[in-house]
């Protein structure tokens, strides 16, 4: 069964608005979470790394006050779309490992977040 | 910097074909990890094989078959006897020591036809 639930699985919003999408880990503790972005026919990319306790860290070129994370618990992990623009619409997924630094367990990803920003 | 590379932007083959996904990365760390993803058109993320750099054994589960080998920075992905539902996006990665940050490739789009 899935150990990472990603909520929603398809956003439709209107540009100006915000969307939050949800990405939690079952059944185990993830103090680190991974947030990617896929546009259509294209590479998964690193947006950042989602901390628990402490700020994210985001990758060059992603706009932190744009795309809000809070890693507010061990199994939880939210990332904000703020003031959203057509050009943010992709697929959002995230990731968690199983236990961090484990060297014997692979990461999982959500089901991923399509949004369309209209 | 690390670098997936996966040339084959596309690949369609009849079923029962066997096909052979390459992937060739690049990195300067002794220590890393190295990933194969399926992502169907549902587009979630199937975890399917982890090695680490130390271990250059190829490995077989089924109709599926990996072959990593070091010397040329290559971790290709073979599937035998191809069906129709292995259509999908297949994605090579590369991971650091703990293995949760991922870089991935750009996918190879692969379609069985029936």
């Known amino acids: 069964g899935a150990v990472v639930s990603q909520h929603p699985s398809w956003v439709i919003c209107k540009s100006g608005t915000s969307v939050k999408i949800e990405c939690r880990s079952l059944d185990f503790q993830a103090t680190t979470m991974f947030w990617y972005r896929q546009f259509p026919k294209q590479s998964l990319m690193l947006m950042a790394t989602?901390?628990?306790?402490?700020?994210?860290?985001?990758e060059q070129g992603v706009e932190k006050d744009k795309f809000l994370i809070n890693h507010a618990s061990l199994t939880l992990s939210t990332l904000t779309v703020t003031s959203a623009h057509p050009e943010d619409s992709s697929f959002y997924i995230c990731?968690?490992?199983?236990?961090?630094?484990?060297?014997?367990?692979?990461?999982?990803f959500g089901n991923g977040t399509r949004l369309t920003v209209t | 910097a690390q670098k997936v590379t996966q040339a084959q932007t596309e690949i369609s083959v009849v079923e029962k074909e066997d096909v052979t996904l390459d992937c060739v990365y690049e990195?300067?760390?002794?220590?890393?990890?190295l990933f194969w993803y399926k992502q169907p058109p549902s587009g979630e993320l199937v975890f399917l094989i982890r090695r680490n750099s130390f271990d250059e054994q190829n490995e077989i589960s089924g109709r599926y078959s990996w072959n990593f080998q070091k010397s040329t920075s290559s971790f290709n992905f073979t599937i035998t006897a191809s069906q129709v539902v292995d259509s999908a996006v297949y994605f090579c990665?590369?991971?650091?020591?703990?293995?949760?940050?991922?870089?991935f490739g750009q996918g190879t789009r692969l379609t069985i036809n029936p």
């Open positions: 990665a590369w991971g650091i020591q703990g293995a949760q940050k991922l870089v």
């Open positions: 989602s901390n628990e306790g402490s700020k994210a860290t985001y």
């Open positions: 990731s968690a490992a199983l236990g961090q630094g484990s060297n014997n367990s692979p990461l999982h």
């Open positions: 990195t300067r760390d002794t220590t890393y990890y």
